[in-house]
């Protein structure tokens, strides 16, 4: 090796030291944020959490409910929707051209008819084939539309929903009864909220039953488990430590919560990205920097939203490039709101964060480890000084994750068992040792593919699906009412909140 690129990669081995180290302090400091502001959430939500007289004020809502070829869980997912405990709001499930029995089974289960309806086509869209409405469910209504992407899907629900707020959810999903509420308190809370997200977990080892999560278990194989380990780090550590500087990036597609008329005016959910929800939360940024209102995008840490995730390395190789690919979409539009004083902490934290450690850390991290090992195979660097960064590395990886099992344990307690937390904690260390590495390298041929190929298509990202958490096909007798929980406490209140949500628009 000549003299020069021995150099090089000297220089290079203290610019990867120096990555670490901000990296490090970077993630330490949104962990303090991260324990403090959940720390202040449960001391704030310790008392019973909705008072007699809230659902009064709890504004109406609908559910979006995409689907594709969900011919598995589309119809748990539904049951699970119904069961909310919510005192008024609507399901809209968008049939996006499937092509197996997604649309025959939502039909048989709920005694769809297909129902003549008016909708004002707000956003383009992909051409809609029919409208179906269920007799025995009112809230529950299906658009069935020609394929066009999942975005092209969620903005054909946008223009059929008939309330200010809009829900959008997987069609994998279940939600806990009191979910909905949770996350659309926010909205109560100030006025000025434009959106809000809760937390997603892995269903993977869980028992669901007519929509019901009857039991709440840990993944029995590997790869899902150490994505519980992900989504915790991920929610818990990540988001929660953005959500106080009002610099959230990211509302999870999965479960997340938008005021109708400002996603409305950014143009709806783009359909050339493969990463929509993140890039309407960036546009909704800089629609309202840029007018200078007042608003808020708000994460909660205890709306739980259940979801199915990869259980092979192919499904989770498409996932993370798929991902990785939609980060760069959403980030790069919006590059020039980085160092404006109009985009505040967008621009001057949550831009520069987001592309130096996510975007471009794939590649970083990557380059770093070859370095390493090649100045340590050409006897550049002492043996000691290569066990040193693999040891600084790996421990902060393992630290990270630990502090996220830390926080849910200090919180919310989803895995309260001894034998749970062992279990966590094992995966937590495991992980580093191969997965961690995999996903990087998976994350960074979704960067080279995004460099070297034109705009995606906002396309599905299919996985593959085992449904092995649903323990029996929904029945008759544990079907949910087909009136909400208000109208059976109360028959009048009905007509009252209908008059007001018409007052509303």
């Not at 901000?22 to 303090?32: E, K, M, Q, R, T």
């Not at 699970?80 to 008024?88: F, H």
């Not at 783009?270 to 995008?297: A, Q, W």
């Not at 996510?358 to 550049?380: I, N, Q, R």
Request: charged content about 20%.
């Amino acid at each position: 090796m000549s003299a020069f690129l021995a150099y090089w990669l000297l220089q290079l081995q203290w610019v990867f030291f120096a990555y670490f180290i901000v990296i490090s302090v970077a993630y330490l400091a949104l962990h303090f944020i991260s324990v403090t502001t959940t720390i202040r959430y449960m001391r704030d939500n310790r008392a019973p959490y909705l008072p007699r007289i809230l659902p009064a004020y709890q504004p109406p809502i609908s559910i979006l409910i995409p689907a594709f070829n969900e011919e598995q869980s589309i119809v748990s997912t539904i049951h699970s929707v119904l069961r909310l405990d919510y005192p008024e709001f609507e399901i809209v499930v968008v049939n996006d051209g499937s092509n197996d029995e997604t649309v025959a089974r939502v039909i048989a289960a709920f005694a769809m008819v297909e129902f003549p309806e008016a909708y004002r086509q707000r956003l383009p869209t992909e051409p809609i084939r029919a409208i179906y409405a269920s007799p025995r469910f009112p809230r529950l209504r299906m658009v069935d539309k020609d394929n066009g992407g999942k975005s092209d899907a969620l903005n054909a629900g946008i223009n059929c929903i008939r309330y200010p707020l809009f829900c959008a959810i997987d069609a994998d999903c279940i939600l806990n009864p009191g979910s909905l509420a949770r996350v659309v308190r926010p909205f109560l809370d100030d006025s000025t909220t434009v959106a809000s997200g809760g937390v997603v977990r892995v269903l993977n080892g869980c028992t669901v039953k007519n929509g019901f999560l009857e039991k709440v278990e840990l993944p029995r194989r590997m790869l899902p488990l150490f994505q519980s380990v992900e989504y915790l780090r991920a929610f818990l550590f990540g988001r929660m430590g953005w959500s106080p500087m009002n610099a959230l990036l990211v509302i999870s597609g999965a479960f997340g919560v938008f005021y109708k008329e400002h996603v409305v005016a950014v143009g709806g959910y783009r359909t050339d990205t493969v990463g929509e929800d993140m890039d309407l939360v960036v546009r909704l940024h800089r629609r309202l920097r840029r007018s200078k209102r007042p608003y808020r995008i708000t994460f909660v840490p205890d709306p739980i939203c259940w979801t199915e995730v990869p259980t092979d390395v192919k499904s989770l190789m498409s996932q993370r490039i798929r991902w990785q690919r939609g980060l760069a979409e959403s980030l790069v539009p919006n590059v020039r709101m980085m160092f404006s004083r109009r985009a505040g902490l967008i621009g001057f934290l949550a831009l520069p964060f987001m592309i130096v450690f996510e975007l471009l850390g794939p590649l970083v991290e990557v380059t770093g480890y070859v370095a390493m090992v090649t100045l340590w195979l050409l006897h550049l660097i002492p043996l000691q000084s290569f066990l040193v960064f693999l040891f600084l590395s790996i421990g902060m990886g393992i630290l990270l994750s630990m502090n996220a099992i830390f926080l849910e344990r200090l919180s919310f307690q989803m895995y309260p068992r001894v034998g749970q937390q062992l279990i966590l904690f094992g995966a937590a260390v495991i992980e580093n040792f191969g997965y961690r590495q995999m996903t990087t390298l998976f994350r960074l041929v979704g960067l080279i593919k995004w460099l070297f190929s034109g705009k995606a298509r906002s396309d599905w990202g299919r996985i593959v699906r085992d449904g092995s958490w649903q323990r029996s096909a929904p029945d008759d007798a544990d079907e949910p009412p087909a009136t909400g929980i208000r109208e059976a406490i109360d028959p009048t209140a009905t007509g009252a909140h209908a008059a007001r949500v018409e007052a509303a628009k």
